[in-house]
């Protein structure tokens, strides 16, 4: 597999969460390619199991992205939109959506208001004066409003960003894009799918829906098919001033984040695998975040929770990595599965 093509293919295709199906649909082929099988629950999270019996760890990337959602439609077919996920309308800046009505993408643009006014009441002025927020936005259509509720536009329609602006960017060393965080991922999920496959590693790999929103998905999932020992999520590691890591190809490991602390002695599993690989593993202690690992754990559906991360800046914005951190992020993930996988016996079936 090529990191980089996959990861292209992947932030080219929407995903915002509850409506993941596009990008989905795109990892199925690959794992099918693998010569593996792959089902769908009814949550719309993608289960790939290697081994056999009731595997005790399970692995997550996650399918979704942050998005818009519609709130209201006015009578000259504007449509009124807030955040799905952790976006905020700075980080997006004006330009072309799209909105993913039932009947077909229809084309967008998200804005601000014209600058030429000094009325107090415009949104221009109100976001010079206090700041941008979604209140101040709205998406241009050009259709009626009948027009669009033909078409399946209702409050509850995502809006995501147009395909024009879903392709990967060289800078330097650098890659840069939306939604790396969590298409890389994804990425390095399937190249340790691919390295395990035949392993004997008794393992349950989920690609999650809805992590933005609260990790329903692997919520969902650990509901269902567990209980799980450990969940790994891969994730991005943010660049941030207050738990401060390079942005480099090197991988890292969230300490403790908004919901759940790993074990410390899980901290030396990791520092373990990393010398297997070569790596120089970096540690995170943030202040702000959660992961499908955190999530899960804080709700007491598995015990031990581990989040590796490929250091991303710019996070939900326009995103930028180091091209060559999605394969020693699987390289890592690997060789702390095998690890794992001799200490977590599966269950009977």
């Not at 439609?73 to 009505?101: C, H, N, S, Y």
Request: aromatic content about 4%.
């Amino acid at each position: 597999m090529d990191p980089l093509k996959l990861l292209q293919e992947f932030v080219s295709l929407p995903g915002p969460s509850g409506q993941e199906e596009a990008i989905r649909h795109a990892v199925q082929r690959h794992v099918q390619e693998l010569g593996l099988a792959a089902e769908v629950d009814a949550k719309g999270n993608l289960l790939v199991q290697i081994g056999s019996g009731n595997p005790a760890i399970l692995v997550t990337a996650h399918l979704d992205e942050i998005a818009m959602i519609t709130r209201l439609i006015g009578q000259d077919g504007r449509l009124m939109v807030t955040a799905l996920g952790g976006l905020f309308p700075w980080k997006l800046g004006e330009g072309p959506v799209q909105i993913l009505a039932s009947a077909g993408p229809v084309d967008g643009v998200l804005s601000f208001g014209s600058i030429h006014t000094a009325h107090p009441g415009s949104s221009a002025r109100r976001a010079i004066a206090s700041g941008l927020d979604w209140d101040m936005c709205e998406v241009i259509t050009g259709w009626s409003e009948p027009e669009l509720r033909r078409a399946g536009v209702r409050p509850g329609t995502r809006v995501v960003v147009h395909p024009n602006r879903r392709t990967l960017h060289p800078i330097g060393d650098l890659i840069s894009g939306y939604f790396l965080d969590d298409r890389a991922d994804l990425v390095s999920w399937l190249l340790s799918l691919e390295a395990l496959k035949d392993s004997g590693a008794n393992v349950l790999f989920a690609a999650t829906a809805a992590e933005e929103v609260g990790g329903e998905g692997a919520l969902f999932v650990m509901q269902s098919k567990g209980p799980f020992d450990v969940c790994i999520a891969l994730e991005l590691s943010p660049i941030v001033d207050d738990a401060p890591i390079q942005l480099s190809d090197q991988p890292a490991l969230w300490v403790t984040d908004s919901y759940s602390t790993m074990a410390a002695s899980d901290m030396d599993l990791v520092a373990q695998a990393a010398h297997k690989t070569n790596l120089d593993i970096q540690y995170q202690a943030l202040s702000r975040g959660g992961s499908d690992a955190s999530c899960a754990a804080n709700h007491g559906l598995c015990g031990r929770p581990f989040t590796l991360g490929l250091p991303i800046d710019n996070s939900h914005g326009f995103e930028v990595m180091h091209p060559d951190s999605m394969a020693n992020l699987a390289a890592l993930t690997t060789a702390l599965i095998k690890m794992l996988d001799q200490t977590s016996p599966a269950s009977p079936v």
